[in-house]
């Protein structure tokens, strides 16, 4: 029997190694969007689910030049291609998450925190001043409702558009703190 050589290409190696990172930081914004839910009624998580959501980006960097160092270097081109596919991963398994969150755990919770949240005087004022000669609690319960009638999978679309639309612009940042400089390329 012949034993045939497999080659993995230089874009199987990027795209295995982005799904594989893409994880790390996937599962960083998991942490960022629970941690967040649960600041919906502690905000100390909230903004610890802030500065988790923001560490997923020196992680990222972390990962690329560690990739750089030990597996190959990085052109800019593939640097982005790598980060882009990892920031991809990422919001793919955030979706996820988000989508079983809304699905079966939230349970209405969200949207009785909001509800108490706009019932404050000050809340309600400041909506009076942004939409003058609207009635505000029909606003505001007009609001609720939408939001409350909106299905899982629907949050889930939006949450996936705005997770691609973020990873789109973080990965370029990402990719030119990775890639591998060589006197050529300054």
Same mark, same amino acid.
């Given at each position: ?41 502690? %905000?100390?998580?909230?903004? #610890?689910?802030?500065?988790?959501? @923001?560490? =997923? +980006? %020196? ?11 030990? +597996?190959?270097? $990085? =052109? ?11 920031? +991809?991963?990422?919001? @793919? ?21 909001? =509800? ?14 942004? @939409? ?7 606003? +505001?319960?007009?609001? @609720?409702?939408?939001? /409350?009638?909106? %299905?899982?999978?629907? $949050?889930?679309?939006?949450?996936? #558009? ?10 370029? %940042?990402?990719?030119? #703190? =990775? #890639? /591998?400089?060589?006197? /050529?390329?300054?």
């Amino acid at each position: 029997m012949d034993q045939q050589k497999t080659q993995v290409t230089e874009s199987q190696q990027t795209r295995a190694y982005a799904a594989y990172y893409g994880l790390w930081v996937g599962l960083c914004w998991v942490a960022s969007f629970a941690l967040t839910m649960w600041g919906v009624k502690a %905000p100390f998580a909230g903004n #610890f689910g802030l500065l988790v959501g @923001l560490c =997923s +980006i %020196p992680l990222a960097v972390w990962l690329l030049r560690g990739f750089r160092e030990t +597996i190959a270097p $990085l =052109s800019l081109r593939r640097a982005w291609y790598m980060a882009w596919m990892m920031f +991809i991963g990422a919001a @793919l398994l955030c979706t996820a998450a988000q989508y079983i969150y809304f699905a079966y755990l939230d349970n209405g919770l969200l949207v009785r925190s909001y =509800s108490e949240m706009l019932q404050q005087p000050e809340m309600h004022d400041m909506i009076a001043r942004m @939409l003058p000669g609207k009635d505000v609690d029909s606003t +505001i319960n007009e609001a @609720l409702t939408m939001f /409350s009638a909106t %299905p899982p999978a629907q $949050l889930a679309i939006q949450f996936l #558009f705005w997770n691609v639309l973020l990873a789109t612009f973080v990965a370029f %940042p990402t990719a030119l #703190f =990775s #890639f /591998s400089r060589t006197k /050529s390329e300054l």
